[in-house]
């Protein structure tokens, strides 16, 4: 007991005296700087596994591991450079997977079995008739793949005798949202949300487009678009009575232009799923950025909206994302569909898309069943996408 209180005695004593411990070696706790970090791609997977776990099922294990694999591309042939270019592609082994050979009207075998039918005769009980019947394509897009499973990168583009570059690399299913969009001779085109620029540039190898107008919210984003049509296209013929390019909120543009366009391109900003995983630059998963990626379902149907608006009354629009949400892609078109009704008065009708699928089933994995659209699917043998697409058709 006086052992103890002799020990109070002392430091009573001390309690007042300043630490003899010297300022450099003494030792404060930063809580900012040692609390654990939890990187945004690893915010990402766990909000995937969760989701699309419960979305995919069985199927998210095989998508979950392409994801985070390396993706594979695809080289889009750049129709306004040196036409050696294709040579060039099929002697690093790569094949067109729309047309193997335009000129001949040679297909590949997929799509020569879809456009000339088969006999009643040798089709499968699951089949029918509508099965064999091919899809109108622009026979000007061409987008040359390596064969499935094989993992080559495709070289450089180099540029021709004017400064041309000849083919631009992209994730190969990014241009079926094109491909469905079926633009022909003479149409006016809307690219809503254009950049970076990949299919803008698809959109202009159709070489159908009287008057295109392309837009994207980011003035940063714009310009790079712009770097790209620097690079692609000539300048002669991208003037603007031919190609019109701004910045404006997308949201508006049905009240800048309503009714005016044969074909709508509305390809939204989404989660970005497979940057997500794998890049932790500007990606949506950060802590900072969780009310806006909370926003994007409304952002991208108001976006939707204004897509139908600014389509004609017998035109088409089409919707696309790079992610597997359903929030962000099913949800959103229903939502849409049922406010242009409701809200403006337009009707709006889902067209089907199988044809689409069924034509390049060889070369994409689609997802097997879904209310609405096309998805494609992630696969290690075919390693495009996600890429959701769904087709609208503007009655009135």
């Known amino acids: 007991m006086a052992a ?17 411990i010297p300022r450099r070696n003494r030792v404060k706790a930063k809580w900012a700087a040692t609390r654990p970090k939890f990187p945004a791609t690893g915010l990402a997977l766990q909000n995937f596994d969760m989701n699309y776990g419960t979305q995919l099922g069985e199927l998210w294990p095989s ?81 040359f793949l390596f064969p499935r499973g094989d993992i080559s990168r495709f070289r450089p583009a180099r540029p021709d005798s004017c400064g041309t570059l000849g083919y631009y690399l992209l994730d190969a299913a990014s ?31 159709t070489l159908a487009i009287r008057r295109l107008a392309v837009n994207d919210a980011s003035v940063s984003r714009t310009a790079r678009l712009r770097r790209v049509l620097q690079s692609y296209v000539p300048k002669e013929l991208w003037t603007e009575d031919r190609v019109r390019i701004t910045s404006f909120d997308g949201r508006k543009w049905g009240e800048l232009e309503r ?59 089409v919707y696309s994302t790079c992610t597997l949400s359903q929030l962000q892609n099913e949800c959103v078109v229903e939502h849409a569909v049922h406010l242009a009704q409701e809200e403006m008065g337009i009707t709006v009708h889902v067209q089907d898309l199988g ?4 034509l390049f089933r060889d070369t994409f994995r689609f997802a ?19 890429i959701y697409l769904c087709k609208l058709h503007r009655v009135s």
């Open 175 to 205: 241009v079926l949202p094109v491909l469905a969009l079926d633009v022909q001779e003479g149409h006016t085109v809307l690219d809503l949300c254009a950049a970076p620029g990949g299919k803008t540039l698809a959109l202009l190898q």
């Open 355 to 358: 044809p689409l699928t069924r």
């Open 259 to 317: 009714d005016t366009f044969d074909r709508v391109l509305v390809d939204v900003p989404c989660t970005t799923d497979r940057h997500s995983l794998l890049e932790e630059d500007n990606n949506i998963f950060k802590r900072i950025r969780t009310k806006e990626r909370q926003k994007l379902p409304l952002l991208q149907t108001q976006l939707l909206l204004a897509g139908i608006q600014a389509a004609r009354p017998g035109g088409d629009v």
């Open 63 to 143: 998508v979950r591991v392409s994801m985070l694999s390396e993706q594979k591309y695809g080289a889009l042939v750049n129709n306004f450079a040196a036409p050696e270019v294709m040579r060039d592609l099929e002697m690093q082994g790569a094949r067109d997977f729309v047309y193997i050979d335009v000129s001949s009207g040679e297909e590949s075998g997929t799509a020569q079995e879809h456009s000339q039918g088969l006999p009643s005769s040798v089709l499968t009980s699951s089949e029918t008739l509508e099965d064999t019947v091919r899809p109108a394509l622009s026979p000007n897009i061409k987008c």
């Open 368 to 386: 097997p069943s879904i209310r609405l659209g096309e998805l494609v699917l992630p696969h290690l043998t075919a390693n495009f996408g996600p």
């Open 4 to 20: 103890l209180i002799d020990t109070r005695i002392l430091l009573q004593k001390f309690r007042g005296i300043p630490s003899i």
